[in-house]
């Protein structure tokens, strides 16, 4: 794989303006925020950092050899056969026999399951000593589709190249007695949020590192600019849940129609698009429909994933969505019970960390590089881990199609992901290389993690203002 030269890398680190919060609201709103955390990578002399550390080193030579060579010789033929082979979230039994397998015959003590969860795990090497406490997150269920489960998010590659660098880094921390340990988190039903399984994980005191890895597909190369978001949104997981009476429907005047008030509830969320902000997305499916087409339905249910990029205006799209329910109820002389069963809330991407990731990334030879920093994100979806351990998540392009498609995951057995799965694992194995051996890593991450942090509340504060109600006189 070409690299390049350390002069280029801080090129790449330089390259555009530091792109901060997702929407021209959030940016405005809280321009004070964000103007501190574009502060902080100047501060703490990210660019300077991240040339010195990317510079030839032999240790990390080593470890990254080591991380083609396990995938060669086992992992990417591992991940084809999970791909091969793929379960729903939080039924993955055949490929968490796989991947926990693997770990123990390689020196990790293995606990399962974890936080009531039959897939999830926790692996810790035996032979690590005190010191920086490196994690990993392995990932690893199929996407629900109406043809059955299919890995169009390439989740069945995110266990063997987290492996990969687990192995080689706890290999490297023996080998030269460097102090430290790794932890495997084996994370199932990342597919099926919220709450997704890492909240769960951590509302249980699984997540302990200092520091955590993880790797997802994508179409890019890609870095996230520092600050508060997640991948996809915030968001709120409700089921609406409406409650008539039956009657024949030749004599439907004797029951009271469930099916109408749920259809009426997508009417009356379409009726008021116009006015909620551009960036929202409420997306539902009807669950249950009724049981014959000659029996009023008497329940019926939908389920909802509403989203807006920050939590302070999502509530006021939730609101607005309940009430939809409760109107579609009193219109059609039905019940309804609101359910919010879940949510995912802003995570903390950190430049240390991201821009360190994308010089390895194009030393590795990553192809499809976005120019910018893109929008801010946590490693991980809910923000549940990334908003309380600091972390980063490694996208590589390893397809050419768009996530959730059943062009990704033939892609997944292609050239073009196994390359991708090569440059995420190596790049992750560097990343915690470099945190392991580097102290100067570990103080900038932990300033600016801490930093960050304590600016969220300020940023919660400042958006409030900038989602006012509109006030409508009481008719006289």
Same mark, same amino acid.
């Given at each position: ?30 321009? =004070? ?305 609101? =359910? ?137």
């Amino acid at each position: 794989m070409q690299k390049k030269s350390a002069g280029v890398l801080i090129a790449l680190v330089l390259a555009g303006p530091c792109v901060a919060q997702e929407t021209p609201t959030e940016r405005e709103a809280a321009r =004070d925020v964000v103007k501190q955390i574009a502060g902080l990578s100047q501060s703490l002399g990210v660019p300077a950092m991240v040339a010195k550390l990317s510079a030839p080193d032999k240790g990390r030579e080593e470890v990254l050899a080591r991380v083609k060579q396990l995938m060669h010789s086992e992992l990417l033929p591992m991940s084809d056969w999970i791909t091969e082979h793929p379960e729903i979230g939080f039924q993955e039994t055949q490929a968490v026999r796989k991947l926990t397998a693997y770990l123990e015959a390689h020196d990790f003590e293995l606990t399962m399951p974890v936080a009531g969860l039959s897939t999830a795990f926790v692996a810790k090497y035996k032979r690590g000593t005190p010191g920086p406490n490196l994690g990993v997150i392995l990932e690893y269920d199929a996407l629900r589709g109406t043809k059955g489960a299919f890995h169009g998010d390439q989740h069945s590659a995110q266990g063997p190249v987290g492996m990969a660098a687990a192995v080689a880094i706890a290999e490297f921390l023996t080998r030269t007695h460097t102090p430290g340990t790794v932890t495997v988190y084996g994370c199932p039903g990342e597919e099926m949020m919220p709450p997704e399984a890492k909240t769960v994980m951590m509302e249980a005191g699984v997540f302990k590192a200092d520091m955590i890895v993880r790797s997802h597909s994508s179409a890019v190369t890609s870095r996230s600019a520092a600050g508060f978001g997640t991948c996809c949104m915030n968001i709120d997981g409700v089921k609406y849940t409406f409650y008539g009476a039956p009657a024949h429907q030749l004599t439907a005047w004797n029951g009271r129609n469930a099916l109408e008030a749920v259809i009426k509830l997508f009417n009356n969320i379409d009726s008021v698009r116009s006015n909620i902000r551009p960036e929202a997305r409420i997306q539902g499916v009807i669950t249950e429909g009724g049981a014959a087409p000659n029996v009023v339905p008497d329940q019926t249910s939908a389920d909802f994933y509403i989203r807006y990029p920050d939590g302070v205006y999502l509530e006021q799209v939730s609101e607005w969505v309940d009430d939809a329910a409760r109107a579609a109820a009193l219109a059609t002389g039905t019940k309804v019970k609101i =359910d919010h069963y879940g949510k995912d809330r802003d995570g903390i991407s950190l430049s240390s960390l991201e821009e360190l990731s994308l010089a390895y990334m194009k030393q590795l030879g990553a192809t499809g590089g976005e120019p910018e920093p893109g929008k801010p994100k946590g490693f991980e979806e809910t923000g549940s881990v990334s908003s309380q351990i600091p972390g980063i998540g490694v996208s590589a392009k390893s397809s050419n199609f768009s996530n959730h498609t059943y062009g990704m995951e033939a892609d997944a057995l292609k050239d073009v992901g196994h390359e991708g799965f090569l440059i995420d694992a190596g790049t992750m194995a560097a990343i915690l290389y470099d945190y392991a051996t580097h102290s100067e890593l570990r103080d900038a991450v932990k300033t600016e993690f801490t930093r960050i942090q304590g600016l969220f509340g300020e940023y919660q504060t400042a958006l409030a203002k900038a989602y006012p109600k509109p006030e409508i006189a009481e008719p006289k």
